[in-house]
């Protein structure tokens, strides 16, 4: 497809919609997801930074979804992609719940070190998982120090393997540090990648195995087939994986996911996050997505639109980040 020329402001907020999707639990520290969609000449594209983001980082995720809505998605490799159930921080009593809404998954990704929470309960609900799942991944978003994941990953891996450890500490050389004291667990980087100005530093640095992607903090599909090229000459495989989006947002990382040479099961499961969502949920069959776009449905942009003052802060938002994100 050919792109179309980089959109101006005034054409992204006359189709803009501004909406407040609630979620099932808390998850990443909220209970209701903010996004900003909009439509151009190849579909829907979606604007989604986190609202703690600046807007130099929140300009690439408005850059990737420019790229949909108006570039859309490169030629795919693949019809359907393998995902992940994703597992909160909830209690082990909840996991089969949470893992019912993942038919046929084989791959689960749990989250530990939340706050106000202790090794035990991460222990406890990834001992629920792995009687339920074959092979299990752990993600602490870079809540633990050195000493912290070096006896947390000893606990967790005591009857059982994982596949890996994603971020379980904030910093590269941390990384480096904790993937030299345990030898039996690789360890992925993701807020190490998607939040620095050298994704490939992290590599480099002997700090990671394997490489968790994401679309919007990375600029769009093709910046991560890009990254996705580079890491592999370093032999990191990429695993594609949500920033939390919508059906919208969503379409970008399975088009990632699908574009790719090989695929892993990808973090692409998220939308089972939602209570309810802009479009009808992708049916997850065998553990797999359809690699597709949608139309959101009217009746959910009116219903799910986010307050006025909201409305208000996500377009002054896209205002400061238009111009960053078109250079």
């Known amino acids: 497809m050919t792109a179309s020329p980089a ?7 006359a189709s803009a919609h501004v909406l407040s999707l609630p979620m099932r639990t808390r998850f990443r520290g909220i209970t209701t997801r903010e996004v900003l969609v909009f439509s151009g000449p190849a579909g829907w594209g979606e604007f989604g930074a986190f609202p703690e983001y600046d807007d130099a980082e929140a300009s690439a995720w408005l850059r990737a979804g420019i790229e949909m809505a108006w570039q859309g998605a490169p030629d795919p490799m693949r019809d359907h992609v393998e995902v992940n159930a994703t597992v909160p921080a909830v209690p082990a009593a909840e996991v089969p ?14 989250k530990v070190a939340e706050k106000g929470q202790t090794l035990a309960d991460d222990v406890a609900r990834v001992e629920a998982v792995r009687a339920l799942v074959p092979t299990v991944r752990v993600d602490a978003n870079g809540g633990w120090t050195v000493d912290q994941a070096e006896t947390a990953l000893r606990a967790l891996t005591e009857n059982g ?4 450890a994603e ?3 904030a910093t590269v050389e941390e990384l480096a540090e904790v993937r030299r004291r ?7 980087a993701d807020e190490s990648i998607r939040r620095a100005e050298d994704p490939l530093r992290v590599v480099r640095a002997g700090a990671a195995d394997v ?5 919007p903090p990375l600029g769009g599909v093709r910046a991560v087939l ?8 370093y032999g990191v495989p990429v695993v594609v994986s949500s920033a939390l989006d919508s059906a919208i947002g969503m379409s970008a990382g399975l088009a990632a996911a699908a574009a790719l040479p090989t695929s892993t099961a990808c973090g692409l499961g998220t939308g089972a996050l939602f209570v309810t969502d802009v479009a009808e949920p992708r049916a997850l069959v065998d553990g797999r997505l359809r690699v597709d776009t ?3 449905d009217a009746d959910r942009l009116r219903e799910l639109a986010a307050p006025d003052d909201r409305r208000a802060w996500w377009l002054e938002r896209l205002a400061r980040c238009h111009p960053l994100a078109l250079l």
């Open 182 to 188: 345990v030898r039996g667990v690789s360890i992925a």
């Open 294 to 296: 949608v139309v959101p």
């Open 211 to 215: 490489a968790v992607v994401k679309v």
């Open 167 to 169: 971020q379980p500490c």
């Open 226 to 233: 890009r990254l996705a090229e580079e890491l592999a000459q």
């Open 7 to 13: 959109p101006g402001l005034d054409e992204i907020v």
């Open 97 to 110: 719940a949470v893992l019912a809404r993942y038919p046929g998954t084989r791959t689960a990704k749990v």
């Open 161 to 164: 393997d994982l596949e890996y």
